[in-house]
């Protein structure tokens, strides 16, 4: 479930992106098609995926994408998510789930369901009763 809660959050951040980033680099003539690191497409793409999934964690506990699948973060020692937790769980430990081979893979064999970066957080995704 977490994997297509995932995919429809990727579907809703490229809809952001083509709605609202990709005129607004036109109308400035900002090149779209360059694509290295540190080009303004990369870099502003990059601040949308992770403002999404910070912002949405933080103040809903869930994304769109959990909310049609009915996930839900949960903090194992408290009922609200620090920013301290969202920020590192969202952004420093999603960037270290993604660049370690089996980040997210360990997310099927773990007993509570936590990938790598809810481990780092004492965080999991649980269903929303």
């Known amino acids: ?15 952001i992106e083509r709605l609202l980033i990709n005129p607004v680099f036109r109308w400035l003539d900002i090149s779209l098609t360059e ?3 540190f080009a303004p497409v990369s870099i502003t793409s990059a601040f949308i995926f992770y403002l999404y999934f910070v912002l949405m964690t933080k103040y809903f506990q869930q994304t769109l994408g959990k909310m049609v ?18 920020l590192f769980r969202e952004w420093i430990g ?10 997210y893979v360990i997310t099927a064999f773990m007993p509570k369901k936590q990938g ?14």
């Open 116 to 129: 790598l970066h809810d481990l780092f957080t004492d965080t999991t995704v649980v269903h929303v009763e």
């Open 35 to 37: 694509y290295n690191m």
């Open 69 to 86: 699948f009915g996930l839900r973060v949960v903090n194992f020692h408290s009922e609200e998510l620090t920013w301290g937790t969202v």
């Open 94 to 103: 999603r960037f270290i789930s993604a660049t370690v081979v089996l980040g």
């Open 1 to 15: 479930m977490r994997f297509w809660a995932y995919l429809l959050d990727l579907l809703v951040i490229g809809s």
